[in-house]
């Protein structure tokens, strides 16, 4: 079993949160950084040994603040991986959930094109804790 992998957000950098015994992973925040290959390749390479040997059920949470272009590629590379699981394994269920914030168009129509790429059970879903009540 893969030892759970934890990266604390920080300015540039999202946090990241994956657990192969619970088959939960999260990754939050804002990624900006410069060299996108040097944050991303730790966690690209813990991810391909993780498809090799899926947890029965793979939740994988996206909540994003901001992303920039080349974070982008790097959560298409996530997301492609995320199918050969359910291509590969019939017993293996896996679950995109992408987070909005209550306004956020850009991030909510981000989700949904992703969602009309990738051939997983997809979810774009508001971040509640951010809804705005207009009923005032």
Avoid: C
Wanted: cysteine-free; proline content about 3%.
């Amino acid at each position: 079993m893969l030892e759970k992998i934890f990266i604390r957000g920080r300015n540039i950098y999202p946090q990241i949160d994956f657990n192969q015994e619970t088959g939960f992973f999260q990754v939050s925040g804002r990624s900006l950084p410069e060299d996108v290959d040097a944050f991303y390749i730790p966690v690209i390479s813990w991810l391909e040994k993780y498809v090799q040997d899926p947890s029965n059920y793979t939740e994988f949470v996206f909540k994003f603040d901001y992303y920039n272009s080349s974070t982008a590629r790097k959560i298409i590379d996530i997301m492609l991986m995320l199918e050969r699981i359910s291509h590969n394994f019939d017993n293996k269920k896996v679950k995109v959930i992408w987070y909005y914030d209550d306004g956020d168009e850009v991030m909510k129509d981000n989700g949904d094109d992703f969602k009309n790429v990738i051939k997983v059970d997809f979810e774009v879903r508001l971040n509640e804790k951010t809804k705005i009540d207009v009923r005032n």
